[in-house]
């Protein structure tokens, strides 16, 4: 197998010991400098514990190390011969949900973690109903601590078939979903295969997360950059349009449309970091040269113009609410769509989701922090907005408070809850 990267993030409840993984994973892969180490070992040392706490590899924060918990979210990097793997460590604490719909929304894949002595919990529920509401493609259940149960395969198995059930009812196929039994702490199945599990014969942890090959997301809907910046010269009338492609693929002789003024152009020519190039694919960021004197700015949309996405300014949308004060009808927002933002109201909520019991409540009268609901949007500007199940990037925005620049919640266009709620 060739190397190839894994976006991964990792979530579940308070001390389920997603921290004590990360830096177990860190640690036996020897992703980790030795003078990282070695301050493990003394502050490990210095707080009377007899094994190394590999949590303080990935929880770096004061106030985390502290708390002993997770509060932002911690990003790091390591390598196999096979792979190699982004990880975003999230809070698994409830206020900071927020937290997590900011890790799982570019993953290629989710491990969530449970105690194996309090088995599948509210928080688990509510991390999966995240993943399942963001498209992420795969989940892996990592049932830990099973060293606390004398690793017991009737509990192991238990919280398994309850989990891959709740998954089912989510939309995950079973495919998509695998479980492995492990002890974080003294490194049981993570890497190394543990003799404490003779009736387990999957594979470890990261033998799995090596083999992992996820659907893609979201992306069908042909070029789209949002532009980031104009870039001019007045000496030689050089005028380019930097961004990064956030769908499809752009090469010199392509056909786009600019939104949302509606004008058509050819490309003349791609720029990349390095230099003119024949083709930019999504991730890249371009510098896009057009054949027509445009005015194009900041914000505005390039787009393929054989698929033009409809400008439209009221729209619904599936939202994640992240702030204290409760969102109600009426409200009056900024709305941040690709490098556009605009004013928009909130007419009213259509439903709001229960993560436990996988039913929608319909028209609620708030959402409340951490609600997962649906709502109405009316936008000052027509905005090209895109099916966030056709395209990840083009379909999310964000909400904003217009008097101090909070993000209020992060959302999804079109209606990406009755997948999960069975609903029509």
């Known amino acids: 197998m060739t190397s190839d990267l894994l976006r991964l993030v990792t979530a579940g409840s308070v001390d389920d010991g997603k921290s004590t993984l990360v830096g177990r994973l860190l640690y036996d892969t020897k992703s980790v400098l030795s003078d990282q180490i070695d301050a493990v070992l003394r502050s490990s040392e210095e707080r009377g514990l007899d094994n190394p706490d590999?949590?303080?590899?990935?929880?770096?924060?004061?106030?985390?190390?502290?708390?002993?918990?997770?509060?932002?979210?911690?990003?790091?990097?390591?390598?196999?011969?096979?792979?190699?793997?982004?990880?975003?460590?999230?809070?698994?604490?409830?206020?900071?949900?927020?937290?997590?719909?900011?890790?799982?929304?570019?993953?290629?894949?989710?491990?969530?973690?449970?105690?194996?002595?309090?088995?599948?919990?509210p928080q688990t529920r509510r991390h999966l109903a995240v993943m399942a509401m963001l498209g992420v493609p795969g989940i892996t259940l990592a049932v830990n601590k099973l060293d606390l149960v004398d690793f017991s395969q009737e509990i192991y198995e238990s919280i398994r078939d309850e989990f891959a059930a709740h998954a089912r009812s989510l939309g995950f196929r079973p495919e998509q979903v695998t479980t492995v039994p492990l002890s974080a702490l003294a490194g049981d199945n993570v890497v190394t295969r543990s003799d404490k599990t003779p009736w387990y014969d999957g594979p470890t942890l990261l033998e799995h997360l090596e083999t992992v090959r996820p659907d893609e997301r979201g992306c069908d809907v042909g070029l789209r950059v949002p532009v980031q910046y104009v870039?001019?010269?007045?000496?030689?009338?050089?005028?380019?349009?930097?961004?990064?492609?956030?769908?499809?693929?752009?090469?010199?002789?392509?056909?786009?449309?600019?939104?949302?003024?509606g004008t058509r152009s050819t490309v003349t020519a791609v720029g990349a970091p390095d230099g003119p190039v024949d083709e930019a694919t999504a991730g890249q960021p371009v510098a896009l040269?057009?054949?027509?004197?445009?005015?194009?700015?900041?914000?505005?949309?390039?787009?393929?113009?054989?698929?033009?996405?409809?400008?439209?300014?009221?729209?619904?949308?599936?939202?994640?609410?992240?702030?204290?004060?409760?969102?109600?009808?009426?409200?009056?927002?900024?709305?941040?769509?690709?490098?556009?933002?605009?004013?928009?109201?909130?007419?009213?909520?259509?439903?709001?989701f229960d993560e436990q019991e996988l039913v929608l409540e319909r028209d609620p009268e708030s959402l409340e922090l951490n609600d997962i609901g649906q709502v109405r949007l009316e936008v000052a500007d027509a905005l090209p907005f895109d099916s966030y199940t056709?395209?990840?990037?083009?379909?999310?925005?964000?909400?904003?408070?217009?008097?101090?620049?909070?993000?209020?919640?992060?959302?999804?266009?079109?209606?990406?809850?009755?997948?999960?709620?069975?609903d029509a």
């Open 390 to 422: 056709d395209c990840v990037a083009t379909g999310a925005f964000l909400l904003i408070d217009p008097a101090g620049g909070d993000t209020l919640a992060a959302g999804q266009v079109g209606d990406t809850l009755s997948a999960v709620t069975g």
């Open 54 to 121: 590999l949590s303080l590899l990935v929880d770096g924060l004061r106030a985390e190390r502290e708390q002993g918990i997770t509060i932002d979210v911690a990003y790091r990097y390591f390598a196999t011969a096979k792979r190699t793997f982004v990880l975003a460590d999230t809070p698994g604490h409830v206020h900071y949900l927020r937290n997590t719909v900011t890790g799982a929304s570019t993953a290629d894949h989710a491990v969530l973690l449970t105690d194996a002595r309090k088995g599948v919990l």
């Open 231 to 261: 870039l001019r010269d007045g000496g030689t009338d050089y005028r380019a349009y930097a961004g990064q492609v956030a769908a499809g693929e752009v090469r010199p002789g392509d056909e786009v449309v600019v939104l949302p003024a």
């Open 289 to 352: 040269t057009l054949a027509d004197d445009l005015p194009v700015s900041r914000g505005d949309l390039i787009a393929a113009a054989d698929r033009v996405p409809e400008l439209v300014q009221e729209v619904t949308a599936t939202v994640c609410w992240l702030a204290e004060e409760p969102l109600r009808p009426g409200a009056r927002v900024l709305l941040k769509h690709g490098t556009r933002t605009t004013k928009c109201r909130v007419p009213g909520l259509a439903a709001r």
